[in-house]
Each structure stands twice: as structure tokens, then as C-alpha cells.
């Protein structure tokens, strides 16, 4: 029974994060209200305050629901089958589909806003990139010593294919029509390939 207990509590707490994407897609989050997430996740605001002492909980939230979604993506890469030339490139395009998602996108220009005024905010995420450069890392030296890529200084490039996955959401909340991301995922490809063997 506790188990169970625990399973809806989660569950709960998981749709309030989902509705916190939703709104997300809708407006940023410092004009994102408690009351618009409980009404979107269909939930009172006593409810919310079970799960998130704060609003800024939740944008703390919101980066670890989508850091465990890259995590999963990363083991995935790790077991598939493929050179790792192949692996960097899947994790490249599909961090560019998830940049093009406007909740993502909205999310992520937040975290930055936030970030400069908002000590656990910026702590969170900067340990968030962390891991993360150390995966893409991980992958990038995997790949230099099977030969599919040069000798690259592999947490260089890990840097610059975040500091650029960053970018490129920051730019598109700016200007959307600035760029296509057909062409920039061709770019990316480009790039990955003149830095590959064969």
C-alpha cells in the first residue's frame, strides 16, 4: 500500500510538471502564475504547494525532468550499435528536435534569465551541464579511440556542441525566423563529418 501511496504521489507531481511544460509553451515563466499550472494540470493550488514549496521549484523541476529525458537519450546512444561518429550525430539532431520544441525552448531562455539572479537556480543548472559535458564527453572520446573521429580534445568539442545547442535555442527565442533547423542540423553534419575518419 505504501508503494502504491508513493506511485500516485509521484504521478501527481509528474502531471503538475507536465502542465508546467504546457503553460510553458504558452508564455515564460515569470509571467507563468500558480494558478495558471494548477488549472492546466486540472489540480488545486493547495496541491501544487504538496509538491513545490515555490514556483521556483518548479522551473528546477522542469530542467530535471528534461536533463532525465537527455540522460535516457545518452544511455541509448551508449548501447545502440553504431560507430561513434553516428553516435554524436543522433545526439546532435535530436537535441536539435527537442530545440524546436517552444516549451523547451521557452524553458531553457528562462533558466538563463534566471540563472544570473537565482543562486539554486544557477546551481542546479550549471551541475545539469556538468553531467552533461561529461556524457557528451564520454561519447566523444569512445569515438576517438574506435577512429571515427580525429584527435580531438574531447571536452572542447563536448563544450561547443552544448554552448551551441544553447545558442541556437537562445537565437531562435529572438528571432524564430532567423534560421532553419533543416539547415542547421545539414551544417552540423558537415561539421561532424570534417572532423571524422572516412
Known sequence: ??????????????DLIDAGWR?????????????????????????????????QDLL??????DAAAVDVLMQELQRARISGLERLRRLVRAELERSE???RLQIRADLWAEMSSNPAV???????????????????DDAVEAGDLVDIPSNALAAILLALGDGLMLHAGLDPSGFRWTNIRRAIDAVLEGIGHG
Do not use: H, W
Open 60 to 65: 528546477i523541476a522542469l530542467l530535471e525532468d
Open 23 to 55: 503553460c510553458s509553451a504558452r508564455q515564460d515563466f515569470r509571467s507563468m502564475t500558480v494558478d495558471d499550472v494548477c488549472a492546466e494540470a486540472g489540480v488545486s493550488k493547495g496541491a501544487f504547494y504538496l509538491y513545490f514549496d515555490q514556483k
Open 101 to 103: 520544441d517552444a516549451a
Open 122 to 140: 544557477r546551481g542546479r543548472f550549471a551541475d545539469v551541464v556538468r553531467r552533461r559535458r561529461v556524457a557528451v564527453r564520454g561519447l566523444i
Open 1 to 14: 500500500m505504501p508503494r502504491l501511496a508513493e506511485t500516485a504521489r509521484n504521478q501527481r507531481r509528474q
